[in-house]
């Protein structure tokens, strides 16, 4: 049978106990536990000092560190002093690491719940915060646009055109396919209800006026947002990640100018072109459905809607493209600048700069709707 650790107990003083530990302490062997000490210490309420004498012991492991572990936690709780005596080096370095990190206090609940108004706290703080960082980007943002104007600017005219091929012609076929279907879509839900009242002509004016006033640049926005947005923030993510931008730092050049200022004006200018395109793909779509359901031939499809619009829907639809494009264009490199030094902050920044992108298109129609409703347009 092997032979185990030994634990001896001495008191040389009211307020003093020593433990003095003696052969291997080695796991699989019957060791002392550290309750024993705290069964000695509640007989003896009076003890404030420990001492360790080690001189004796031979062998050791795990065994004795969790023996000295959970008597250091129990002196910690009862706010008694532990002095160690002829401790081994190593196993003063691993209690002095294992106390350098202590454990939280709710690190082993198995379940926690927060309460709501620590979580109401919380999404404030972080609101707040997302602002002053979106106000702070639109800052550096509009000091780099206007270094544009004055000819400053630092960035490759060859990257801004391949950015714009990127944003643009390469965006043609999925904004056909949305706005073709959007335009059939509105046409075969207002042929349905106008059909009532034997008014199905004005099915042109309600595909119309919705596509080119509002409805192009909406689709077209979110198709961007997704497609467009989600790569800008995924792309500077992954230069985050790779360090390629705080070597831009170093070499003196702007990430503003050279990386986020050509993303902004590409979109800025091709999503008003998008949605021109949308306006012609969407007003087809609604005269495929609205011809084929209703006794309406295609030259009275055409000479309604010319009658239905004017100028101002046209420049309303266009300004709302801009201004989508500029949020588009502003979250998802936001959301890629910001992003962490991980794989998985990448997807996260591409995720957030979608929602954001869309959540932003969304309140910009509300606001624009109701200008243009006070103003009478």
Request: aromatic share 6%; hydrophobic share 55%; proline share 3%.
């Amino acid at each position: 049978m092997s032979i185990a650790g030994e634990l001896l107990f001495e008191q040389p003083k009211e307020d003093t106990l020593r433990l003095i530990l003696s052969g291997p302490w080695k796991l699989g062997k019957d060791l002392p536990s550290a309750d024993e000490v705290m069964q000695k210490v509640k007989g003896a309420p009076a003890v404030r000092h420990i001492g360790i004498d080690a001189q004796g012991l031979a062998e050791w492991d795990t065994g004795l560190l969790i023996f000295l572990a959970d008597l250091q936690k129990f002196c910690a709780e009862k706010k008694i002093r532990l002095k160690g005596k002829g401790l081994p080096e190593g196993v003063k370095n691993l209690l002095e690491l294992a106390a350098a990190v202590p454990e939280k206090k709710d690190a082993r609940k198995a379940e926690g719940r927060i309460s709501f108004l620590v979580l109401l706290g919380n999404q404030a703080v972080d609101f707040f915060r997302s602002v002053s960082d979106l106000l702070e980007f639109v800052g550096e943002s509009t000091v780099a646009f206007l270094k544009l104007l004055r000819g400053k600017a630092q960035y490759r005219r060859a990257d801004l055109g391949l950015i714009i091929e990127a944003c643009g012609a390469q965006a043609l076929p999925i904004v056909t396919l949305i706005s073709f279907l959007v335009g059939m879509i509105l046409a075969f839900v207002g042929a349905l209800q106008l059909k009532m009242f034997g008014a199905e002509i004005y099915v042109a004016n309600l595909v119309g006026v919705a596509m080119v006033r509002l409805m192009a640049a909406i689709m077209t926005g979110i198709v961007m947002a997704g497609r467009t947005g989600g790569a800008f923030a995924a792309q500077l993510g992954t230069m985050q990640v790779n360090q390629e931008i705080d070597a831009l730092k170093t070499l003196g050049l702007s990430p503003m100018e050279f990386l986020v200022l050509p993303r902004m004006l590409a979109l800025a200018l091709m999503m008003p072109l998008l949605a021109l395109y949308a306006n012609v793909m969407g007003v087809m779509g609604g005269a495929v459905v609205a011809v084929s359901m209703s006794d309406i031939s295609l030259i009275q499809y055409y000479n309604q809607t010319v009658g239905a619009l004017n100028l101002w829907h046209l420049g309303i639809g266009l300004f709302s493209s801009a201004v989508f494009g500029v949020i588009v264009a502003l979250c998802g490199c936001m959301r890629g600048m910001q992003c962490g030094r991980s794989a998985s902050a990448v997807g996260d920044a591409a995720t957030s700069a979608v929602v954001t992108s869309i959540v932003g298109i969304i309140v910009a129609t509300a606001i624009i709707t109701t200008i243009t409703n006070i103003l009478g347009v």
